[in-house]
């Protein structure tokens, strides 16, 4: 990896990590002021135009990237004629977006919520596309500055408005406004650098056809995933209340905000994979289960961290979110099969079967969706977090069985081992964590689990000095 690349990339690493740092806390605090039934109103809005984003992108971005890397000399035909494709896709994403609300039966008062919101991530395809061509050209460093100030003016603005003027259609209009700061930035950068005639759109229909053909499956992969992501608030509001789509909604961000740790990691992964598959089958096995320990690693911690302190976390969004706390409590499981998946798909996209990966996102989706129609009518919003673990502990063994193929050598015997000792050392860091929590506070048990955590590692020889260098090796490019 040449520095300038290795530099652009940590860039935007740090800038995707301080990005959701500060969406976070200003998540909880939008909930803090807005109650659960406006948040709720405000969560349904987004997942929402969230499902029917990808309509609006279909896989262009990332084909795009992807051809412009491959053929640099060719960024003005590919870029003008991606986006001649975008154009009608967007026009025909933001409308469907606005059709859904009265198709799904919902208020009129919902209606110009789901369009402020759908217009925000219709501004996020398009700057996609143009940071895509600066990705081609392995200039990252843009969008991570894009990325970092887009977010701060969404806080800044929809800060303004939670403390002077408590609205959904003027935070929905804050996200609005980060999106237009990025298509801004990331269009008069490639203007600057490729010329004005970037911005005029160049149809060609064989190229067109072409275009939307490779786009296909990540388009079918992106819907699968934004469908088993977000249908769950859907089918809240639907058979519950908006107010329930508020409680869970803080769950949801709590659990979901560490899911970028393994994105940088996996990326690393990749040409490993790639270029063991082909020269050494058994050293890609060995690679696989270090890649499945140093995830058990972290995300075990992770989720019976949260587990342990669920319900003073949900308490810092306000005491009307306490009913919040068991949903947490069981929505953090999703962690572990989500990280543990990481490693498996990086596998799958290496040794070219995308199919294979696709198909099983489709049968998660499935499975999502079935589950969240037979829980939540049942038992709540409960019901969507047994459904999302049900879900992901499916995409998990369904990855984890088709790679076997691939690596033949690969133990399971000996995961099950590592799962079963990383898994214990966890237990007891919350088991003890649990007896201290009163008597110190959950601020306090924190850095308490964390070394007792670390101590039962090194106790059942989960984590060797050895490992040390296993870790560096696993990230090295």
Request: charged fraction near 10%; hydrophobic fraction near 60%; aromatic fraction near 12%.
């Amino acid at each position: 990896m040449s520095t300038d690349l290795a530099r652009n990339t940590l860039y935007l690493t740090v800038a995707s990590v301080g990005q959701k740092l500060i969406a976070f806390v200003y998540f909880l605090f939008l909930a803090r002021v807005m109650e659960p039934e406006l948040t709720g109103l405000y969560f349904l809005a987004i997942s929402i135009a969230m499902i029917f984003s990808v309509l609006a992108d279909f896989g262009i971005t990332p084909v795009t990237i992807r051809e412009i890397a491959a053929h640099p000399e060719q960024t003005h035909t590919l870029f003008r004629r991606a986006l001649a494709v975008k154009i009608p896709l967007l026009l025909i994403g933001y409308l469907l977006t606005i059709l859904c609300v009265p198709v799904l039966g919902y208020s009129r008062e919902l209606l110009p919520l789901v369009a402020l919101s759908g217009l925000s991530l219709v501004l996020d395809s398009i700057h996609l596309l143009f940071y895509g061509v600066l990705r081609g050209h392995q200039q990252l460093q843009f969008e991570a500055i894009g990325m970092f100030c887009g977010q701060v003016i969404v806080v800044m603005i929809g800060g303004a408005a939670l403390f002077f003027y408590p609205s959904i259609p003027l935070l929905l209009t804050a996200l609005v406004s980060g999106s237009a700061f990025n298509v801004f930035v990331s269009a008069t950068t490639v203007v600057k650098r490729f010329g004005w005639q970037m911005l005029v759109p160049d149809a060609e229909r064989t190229f067109s056809m072409r275009l939307i053909h490779m786009a296909f499956p990540f388009a079918l992969s992106a819907i699968f995933v934004k469908v088993y992501s977000y249908i769950d608030t859907v089918f809240i509001s639907k058979f519950l209340t908006t107010s329930a789509v508020g409680l869970y909604s803080v769950a949801y961000k709590l659990t979901y905000a560490f899911q970028f740790i393994p994105l940088s990691f996996t990326a690393a992964l990749y040409p490993n994979f790639s270029a063991m598959l082909q020269r050494e089958p058994a050293a890609a096995a060995s690679l696989l289960r270090r890649a499945l320990w140093y995830m058990l690693i972290v995300s075990t911690p992770i989720t019976l961290g949260l587990w342990l302190i669920a319900e003073p976390l949900v308490l810092l969004a306000g005491a009307s979110y306490a009913p919040s706390a068991p949903v947490l409590a069981v929505l953090v499981f999703v962690l572990i099969p989500i990280f543990l998946d990481f490693p498996i798909g990086s596998l799958l996209n290496a040794a070219g079967r995308q199919a294979t990966k696709t198909a099983i996102m489709g049968a998660t989706m499935v499975v999502n969706v079935l589950f969240n129609i037979l829980l939540i009518p049942r038992i709540g919003v409960l019901g969507a977090a047994y459904a999302a673990l049900a879900s992901f502990l499916f995409m998990f063994l369904a990855g984890l069985w088709a790679v076997r193929g691939l690596v033949p050598s690969f133990s399971f015997t000996a995961f099950l081992r590592d799962l079963s000792w990383i898994l214990l050392s966890g237990g007891v860091m919350a088991a003890i964590g649990r007896l201290a929590l009163p008597a110190i506070g959950w601020i306090a048990v924190i850095p308490l689990c964390a070394l007792v955590y670390g101590l039962a590692l090194v106790a059942t020889r989960s984590f060797t000095k050895a490992d040390w260098v296993k870790v560096r090796s696993l990230t090295r490019v």
